[in-house]
């Protein structure tokens, strides 16, 4: 009960303590990225806040397997370094007593990482993909500050506007700097408006002109008009079958067995199975030598993480394209890291033996002859 206890706890803190620098340093990084698209504009200022927290959701679960597999590394390493593990061997606790006290401290954490992956991951991914095309959807005209010069959203406008009304649906004293591969046109009008027409929006321009340079040949025109429509960029809202599928609930991927959804599925149950593996893996890894100066077990298991989750993404691509189904896969990848775990942790739990049995005996002293 009081190795239990006490193994216990010591994995306990390490992970929280694991959990709380990545979770920072991962979060800094997506603000400064998320930041950086708003300033770009391909997502709203007032957005990045609530994308912020639906990117970290959806990267929590790796975060939550790397923090839990840097914490049995690291809790065991010590241990080996301090001779706690020399203490609980002499006592008659080999190392495979270790996986009991590790998984029941695991068993919360990869059931959150199940809630995570298979309910949380497409959730947030909808709601992230929603607001960017929610943002990229918007008209060039709701995209222009009153008395501001701004570029369009494919950067081939240029918009001056007054705006009349608060949504934007109207606005006053129009300019339009339009460039093509032949030359470029430049429209004024005393006022516009936005109509929608055929799943796309219009910004109808009235009482204007419109000035057209022919670049080749140098020609210019001058037009008047009293109506004049300008389509303003607005394309129609994504339906859920054409959701890509990230986007998309766990049990709508299993109804539509494709290609790219079974490999959706082996990334997601991948994910799963990887971060069971790695407890395991862990335990073997944590092993050290405490009469050494250097300790590299922690870079080997870092090393062994990368590895691991790469082969993850690997296999999602196989399947997708179809050259690998997704009980091969998973069998293949997550089986054999289970396999490999386990002859880790028995080779671990036997190279005491191994070594004395390796030993060569004494040769005995020959006596003088009589």
């Known amino acids: 009960m009081l190795f239990d206890s006490t193994v216990r706890r010591e994995l306990a ?18 603000l400064i990225r998320t930041v950086g698209q708003a300033a770009s504009g391909s997502v709203a200022p007032q957005d990045v ?4 927290g639906y990117v970290a959701l959806g990267h929590l679960p790796t975060m939550m397997a790397l923090s839990l597999f840097v914490a049995v590394v690291v809790t065991l390493g010590r241990m080996y370094r301090d001779s706690e593990m020399a203490i609980w061997f002499a006592s008659g606790v080999g190392l495979s007593r270790f996986v009991r006290p590790v998984l ?74 339009s460039r093509q591969e032949d030359g470029e046109s430049v429209t004024s009008a005393r006022a516009g408006r936005l109509e929608s ?47 890509p599928p ?18 959706e599925l082996t990334w997601r149950f991948g994910l799963l199975l990887g971060a069971a593996n790695l407890v395991l893996l862990g335990i073997g890894l944590a092993a050290t030598n405490p009469r050494r100066a ?25 399947v997708a394209s179809g050259r690998l189904s997704m009980g091969a896969a998973l069998a293949l990848l997550h089986g054999g890291t289970f396999l490999l775990a386990l002859a880790l942790l028995w080779w671990r739990d036997h190279a005491a033996v191994f070594t004395l049995r390796r030993r060569p005996r004494p040769v005995a002293a020959l006596e003088p002859a009589p």
Not at 49 to 52: A, I
């Open 13 to 30: 803190r390490g992970f929280g303590a694991t959990l709380l620098v990545i979770l920072t340093i991962v979060l800094t990084m997506f």
């Open 49 to 52: 806040v609530l994308l912020l």
């Open 104 to 177: 029941r401290t695991g068993t919360p954490v990869l059931l959150v990482i199940a809630a995570l992956i298979l309910v949380v991951w497409p959730w947030g991914n909808r709601n992230s993909l929603e607001l960017r095309e929610r943002y990229q959807q918007r008209s060039d005209l709701s995209r222009v500050t009153p008395g501001v010069f701004q570029t369009s959203s494919d950067g081939s406008r240029v918009f001056f506007i007054e705006r009349e009304t608060a949504d934007g649906a109207n606005a006053r004293n129009v300019f339009i700097l």
């Open 197 to 243: 027409r055929d799943d796309a929006r219009y910004l109808v321009l009235e009482r204007g002109q419109r000035n057209d340079t022919h670049s080749p040949s140098g020609e210019r025109t001058l037009s008047s008009f009293e109506t004049y429509s300008v389509l303003a960029g607005e394309r129609a809202a994504r339906s859920a079958e054409q959701r």
């Open 246 to 263: 990230r986007a998309m609930r766990t049990i709508d991927l299993m109804r539509q067995p494709t290609p790219r959804h079974l490999g």
């Open 294 to 318: 250097s300790n590299w077990n922690l870079l080997f298991a870092l090393m062994a993480f990368v590895v691991y989750y790469n082969l993850i993404n690997l296999s999602q691509a196989w």
